[in-house]
């Protein structure tokens, strides 16, 4: 008999349970009823228009006329580096070197290879030199076997002065600090270039740093 109302209770108390799960799920059901249809605008986005995207690229694929005026700098260019370590400095420091200019990645990028001599040291540098269709500027990265960094700066190009200003950043070795810089290369004629290089002295003060004089070998 115990085990008869033991079993009658719990079938009540099972029930009950039932009766309550069978409550909750209708309350669960009647809200999620009730749970406004968002509709498909809402829901679904926009599809990406496939045709402006690849105009878009295309447009940034191609060659334009920053990239013609790149293409008619390829050849050897003899090099004269002059350093000034302070805007005191009476004695520059003075080197030769040989760049080898080309273009590579189907003439969208200027590449050039310099090597020389410098405080008794093999010297080897190489830059790049970028257009962006996208953006409108010049991009240029600098490393060479005398550091572990890499430079990196961008500028427009000037018509009128025919020079393109770059401003970029780098960290200096002695202080471990970000540097910053500024580059002016100039187009004298089409066989004559010259960059000049600033940066700021401890005072703020900005002053040429360097200066090289690129001819192109005929």
């Given at each position: ?10 079938f ?17 059901i ?7 249809e ?10 990406m ?9 295309q ?15 390829v ?87 025919k020079?393109t ?36 002295a ?6 040429k740093?360097?200066?090289?004089m ?5």
């Amino acid at each position: 008999m115990k085990t008869t109302y033991l079993y009658l209770g719990a079938f009540l108390l099972c029930l009950t349970s039932c009766k309550k799960e069978v409550t909750i799920k209708e309350e669960i059901i009647n809200k999620v009823d009730t749970v406004p249809e968002l509709k498909e605008t809402e829901i679904v986005s926009a599809p990406m228009d496939s045709v402006a995207m690849q105009k878009a690229w295309q447009e940034y694929a191609t060659l334009t006329e920053p990239h013609k005026r790149m293409a008619s700098e390829v050849g050897t260019w003899t090099e004269d580096l002059t350093f000034w370590m302070s805007p005191e400095d009476n004695n520059p420091q003075k080197y030769t070197a040989i760049a080898q200019v080309k273009m590579i990645l189907g003439g969208r990028y200027q590449e050039q290879k310099h090597t020389g001599r410098m405080m008794g040291m093999d010297f080897e540098g190489i830059s790049t030199l970028a257009y962006n269709n996208a953006s409108g500027e010049y991009t240029s990265t600098w490393v060479d076997n005398m550091g572990t960094g890499m430079m990196i700066a961008s500028g427009k190009y000037d018509e009128a002065s025919k020079s393109t200003t770059f401003n970029g950043e780098m960290v200096d070795p002695m202080t471990k600090k970000i540097k910053e810089f500024r580059q002016v290369v100039t187009i004298i004629d089409n066989d004559t270039q010259k960059m000049e290089s600033f940066e700021n002295a401890p005072d703020g003060t900005e002053f040429k740093s360097m200066e090289i004089m690129m001819k192109r070998k005929k």
